[in-house]
Nanobody, 121 residues
Framework: VQLQASGGGLVQSGGSLRLSCVASGRMFSSSVMGWFRQAPGKEREFVAAIRWGARTTYLASSVKGRFTISRANAENTVSLQMNSLKPEDTAVYYC???????????????WGQGTQVTVSS
């Protein structure tokens, strides 16, 4: 399985972006797809995750109410809808898969290449 992330860009504060992550290959129903982000000079942090075979979603407290994670199994795609973006959301966003839910990046064994999101004030 390979992951391909896309959808990043430059947006003004308060704007929206939609990130997509396409998985090539079979995704197991027990798998979890997550989004992480890493800002310059900071640690990579958990943003959101969704179970591939269920509707269960997880969101970091910093993005709750603004971000939504969803999946389209037919297209092997997981999306991250980001609304009300803030300058502090500026980071490289990565999608990754894990065997089970975790906020720990070390539990994720396959990573996409990352997509840059820049929010101007």
């Amino acid at each position: 399985v390979q992951l391909q992330a896309s959808g990043g860009g430059l947006v003004q504060s308060g704007g929206s972006l939609r990130l997509s992550c396409v998985a090539s290959g079979r995704m197991f129903s027990s798998s979890v797809m997550g989004w992480f982000r890493q800002a310059p000079g900071k640690e990579r942090e958990f943003v959101a995750a969704i179970r591939w075979g269920a509707r269960t979603t997880y969101l970091a407290s910093s993005v709750k109410g603004r971000f939504t994670i969803s999946r389209a199994n037919a297209e092997n795609t997981v999306s991250l809808q980001m609304n009300s973006l803030k300058p502090e959301d500026t980071a490289v966003y990565y999608c990754a898969t894990a065997r089970s839910y975790s906020m720990n990046q070390n539990e994720y064994n396959l990573w996409g290449q990352g997509t840059q999101v820049t929010v101007s004030s």
